[in-house]
């Protein structure tokens, strides 16, 4: 449907960088959508708020890290599996490294990719949509045209890339290699090495590159509503009826009598095409370059000799920019009816977005509120934007609408603002290395849904602290755990333990490595964090370092099977131990090695029961086992080679483990799993539940009233 005035378009805030969400928009036309930046939560946002993928068309990204496309694999991933064939995205130098970096879990064959890079001012038409890409480059920034890739190919075994022009490429990625079995089933695994591994499909297309600081900015721009058809001038000038869609379309005719007839001549005044600006300028380094693009044609004085009006600019600012004098006269030129959106986190309250996992959350406090604590939330802001520029700046809260189109309905729409809880006091534990706390971060499979997040569990002790997978999503899940006392967390955070390469277990890292990072190199004390991992995912942590800079040390989980355990302190012990899974799959065995109050957790990671876990965790204080399905569904469980309920409980018995809590769940189950209940020394995982290692069997006191609260999902 090529875009007309009369169509429907309006703006949605979705993320603000609340602390769950980063700055995000979407843009919505009654044929298409295009979203600009995608962070992690935005999936499970858009779940939680009935947002649909399907007639996503476009992904425009600002800046490239992991803050605006930490989402966007698994976004994909999504779009992919429902039927999605073809999907644009549009950004920075680098973008098509990054895409095609996702090649080591991404798994689909069937998405199509068409990446513009914007190495220079870009536009693309879309339906009669103009967007025009600004990039704003510094100086000193390497040649992109380095970036063009050294082979191309169309092996079944491996991704595919195309370069064609101007930063335009097409790419497939492969899909994963089936599992080699034996006859009762189990994975055949082989001795691998870094240059072995997975040759064919992990071959690289595109040379090896460095971090390129760049920002795009973007206007999009829709066509001029023509004037009416004046039929008396029609009849004056003698216009035929069959000339009239000519003069429309902007043709000039010729009437009978020889007299030449304009477009302007029979047409009303036409309305000004309506276009808004995503501004991104996150240091002053890029306020210099912005101030220096020729944005003439969208100031206010010079409306009169163009043909679109800025009707909103969306502000993906830093405070420091914000707060700028220059930025502010630069943002005075433009319509004095233009509506200013401004996502910036300082500004923007740390307020609740996931709604039904709320919900949940305040029933499971009612009944035991040092198992449930309540999650941190704020409809305050950290700083309030200075009076004088409140009259300027829209602080969203997510959701906020703004209509363009059709003009008479222009501006800002509330009805879909979430209401937010009533404020509750927020509390942190104490923590002990004798006793260490378990916090549930996400105990759901596969996708984020309204309910529960991916995997993810964090073992906090005093000045450290040990996370099982880290899924989409877990810093969020940190920042409503420890609310003001996160930094403290990020900080003393010394092991990461990715268990396999499926995206629902390792898309959350990078933020994790980010935010801990920054926080210590502005305190001058950084120590790299130890990331624990299969082979594959060190290529990738090494192939995206060279898109955003991160620190870390990393150990093959190869390397520390059996009894070769990682030490990362005198007495914290880690190990790795083989599942069933899929190949390069991981559990993990993590030990407080201390002749008094000596502790074992035992982590499974996604796994088919499995005698190498049984035997490493023998006599464990915790297990913590995946139970995907219910009893009664092995078979599916075997086809996808994961448990069920029973087959978990099973695992901890013949482990002779002391408690088990059970997690990841399908999304068939989305609040509470089905299984039998009355079982001693066995509990279920819900998100941010937190318990210390000596009172476990609190999770056991409380199950008559939780089947008491979810007496209709049972």
């Not at 082979?535 to 090494?542: N, S, V, Y």
Request: glycine share 6%; net charge negative; hydrophobic share 35%.
């Amino acid at each position: 449907i090529k875009m007309n005035a009369n169509h429907k378009v309006f703006t949605q805030v979705i993320g603000t960088g609340n602390g769950d969400t980063n700055p995000c928009i979407l843009m919505q036309f009654e044929d298409r959508k295009y979203m600009f930046n995608f962070g992690e939560g935005t999936q499970r946002l858009c779940n939680q708020h009935k947002i649909k993928f399907p007639k996503l068309s476009h992904v425009f990204i600002t800046e490239l890290n992991w803050k605006n496309i930490g989402g966007l694999p698994g976004g994909l991933l999504t779009i992919s599996d429902i039927g999605v064939t073809d999907i644009t995205l549009v950004g920075p130098a680098n973008l098509a490294t990054f895409t095609e970096s996702m090649r080591y879990f991404f798994n689909r064959d069937t998405l199509n990719f068409h990446i513009q890079e914007v190495r220079d001012y870009t536009n693309i038409v879309d339906k009669g949509v103009n967007i025009r890409a600004i990039p704003l480059k510094p100086s000193n920034i390497i040649n992109t045209e380095s970036l063009d890739p050294l082979i191309e190919n169309v092996s079944e075994e491996r991704s595919s890339v195309s370069y064609h022009d101007n930063g335009l490429y097409t790419m497939q990625l492969a899909r994963r290699v089936s599992n080699k079995r034996n006859s009762e089933g189990e994975i055949i695994t082989e001795p691998h090495s870094k240059t072995s591994y997975f040759p064919k499909r992990y071959t690289r297309n595109l040379p090896t590159t460095t971090p390129i600081p760049m920002q795009v900015c973007y206007a999009i721009q829709m066509p001029a509503k023509r004037g009416k058809v004046d039929m008396n001038k029609v009849r004056e000038l003698g216009v035929k009826p069959q000339d009239i869609g000519r003069l429309t379309k902007g043709e000039t005719i010729e009437t009978e009598d020889g007299k030449t007839v304009n477009p302007g001549d029979i047409l009303g005044s036409s309305e000004l095409g309506s276009a808004i600006l995503v501004v991104s300028c996150t240091s002053l380094v890029y306020l210099d370059l912005l101030l220096e693009q020729d944005f003439d044609i969208y100031f206010e004085e010079n409306e009169d000799n163009v043909e679109f009006r800025i009707v909103q600019i969306v502000h993906m600012v830093s405070m420091e920019v914000v707060l700028d004098q220059r930025y502010h006269q630069w943002v005075a030129r433009f319509n004095q009816n233009t509506n200013h959106i401004l996502t910036c986190k300082e500004f923007c309250a740390p307020s609740t977005v996931f709604t039904s996992w709320m919900n949940v959350q305040q029933r499971l406090h009612a009944i035991k509120s040092s198992l449930f604590p309540n999650p941190y939330a704020s409809t305050l802001p950290d700083i309030l934007l200075p009076e004088p520029l409140q009259d300027v700046f829209t602080i969203p809260e997510p959701l906020l609408i703004f209509h363009i189109l059709p003009s008479k309905i222009r501006g800002i729409d509330t009805s879909s603002l979430i209401k937010q809880p009533t404020n509750e006091p927020h509390m942190n534990e104490q923590l002990s290395i004798s006793d260490p706390l378990v916090v549930c971060l996400g105990t759901g499979a596969s996708i984020p849904s309204k309910y529960r997040n991916v995997s993810a569990t964090y073992i906090g002790f005093e000045n450290g602290g040990v996370l099982l997978d880290c899924g989409e999503g877990t810093y969020g899940q940190m920042f409503r755990k420890f609310g003001t006392q996160l930094d403290d967390h990020l900080q003393n955070l010394n092991v990461v333990f990715i268990s396999h390469l499926h995206a629902d277990h390792h898309l959350g890292l990078f933020s994790i490595l980010s935010k801990r990072q920054s926080l210590l190199e502005a305190n001058d004390n950084y120590t790299p964090i130890n990331i624990i991992g299969p082979t594959a995912f060190e290529f990738w942590l090494e192939e995206y370092s060279e898109i955003e800079t991160l620190r870390y040390k990393f150990t093959d989980c190869n390397n520390i099977t059996e009894y070769q355990a990682l030490y990362y302190n005198e007495e914290i012990s880690i190990k790795s131990v083989e599942v069933s899974h899929c190949p390069d799959a991981f559990g993990a065995v993590v030990e407080y090695l201390s002749d008094s109050n000596p502790w074992k957790i035992v982590y499974s990671g996604d796994t088919r029961p499995c005698n190498t876990l049984v035997n490493a965790g023998k006599n464990a204080d915790l297990l913590i086992h995946e139970a995907t399905f219910e009893n009664g569904m092995e078979d599916d469980a075997i086809a996808k080679y994961h448990s069920t309920t029973h087959e978990a409980i099973d695992v901890a018995n013949r482990m002779e483990a002391k408690y088990l809590i059970m997690n990841h769940f399908s999304q068939r189950y989305p609040k509470i799993p089905l299984f039998d209940w009355n079982l001693p020394n066995v509990g279920i995982a819900f998100d941010l539940m937190t318990v210390h290692l000596s009172k476990l069997n609190d999770i056991s006191q409380i199950i008559p009233q939780i089947q008491d609260i979810f007496k209709e999902e049972q």
